[in-house]
C-alpha cells in the first residue's frame, strides 16, 4: 500500500502562506489554509486560521460553516451549534443551502435515536 509523503504536502502549505504573505487581509486564503489544515488533522491550526478568516470577514458564511465543521472534528458540539446558528442568521431566509445548514444543526442538538426509536443514553 502507498502511503502518503508528508513532506509532499509543504510545498501546498507553503504557497498558501506565500499567499497569505501578499494578501494578508484576504478571508478566502485564510480559510483555504484552514481547511488545508483541517484535513490533515491539524484542527489547532485549521481553527486559527478559521478565526482570522472570521475576523476579517465576520457576514461570510463559509467561514462559520468551515469553523463549525473543526469545531465538529474535535466535538466541541457546543461551539459547532453556535457557528451553525450564525450561518442561519447570515444566510437570506429563501436560500436553498439554509435547508442543510439547519439539518446539521437539527443533528447536534438532537441525540441520535437507536432502532427503536429512543434516544441514546
Known amino acids: 500500500m502507498l502511503q502518503a509523503d508528508p513532506n509532499a504536502e509543504q510545498p501546498v502549505a507553503n504557497a498558501l502562506k506565500q499567499a497569505i ?22 484542527v489547532d491550526e485549521a481553527l486559527d486560521q478559521f478565526f482570522v478568516a472570521i475576523r476579517l470577514k465576520p457576514d461570510w458564511a463559509q467561514a462559520h460553516y468551515d469553523l463549525a465543521q473543526a469545531y465538529k472534528k474535535v ?18 431566509q429563501d436560500l436553498p443551502q439554509r435547508k442543510t445548514v439547519e439539518l446539521e444543526l437539527e443533528s447536534l442538538v438532537s ?6 426509536g429512543e434516544p441514546v443514553p
Open 21 to 42: 504573505n501578499l494578501d494578508p487581509t484576504s478571508p478566502v486564503l485564510r480559510a483555504q489554509l484552514g481547511n488545508f489544515f483541517l484535513q490533515r488533522g491539524k
Open 75 to 92: 466535538g466541541n458540539s457546543p461551539q459547532a451549534q453556535q457557528e451553525l446558528q450564525n450561518i442561519l442568521l447570515l444566510l437570506p
Open 111 to 116: 441525540p441520535p435515536a437507536t432502532p427503536s
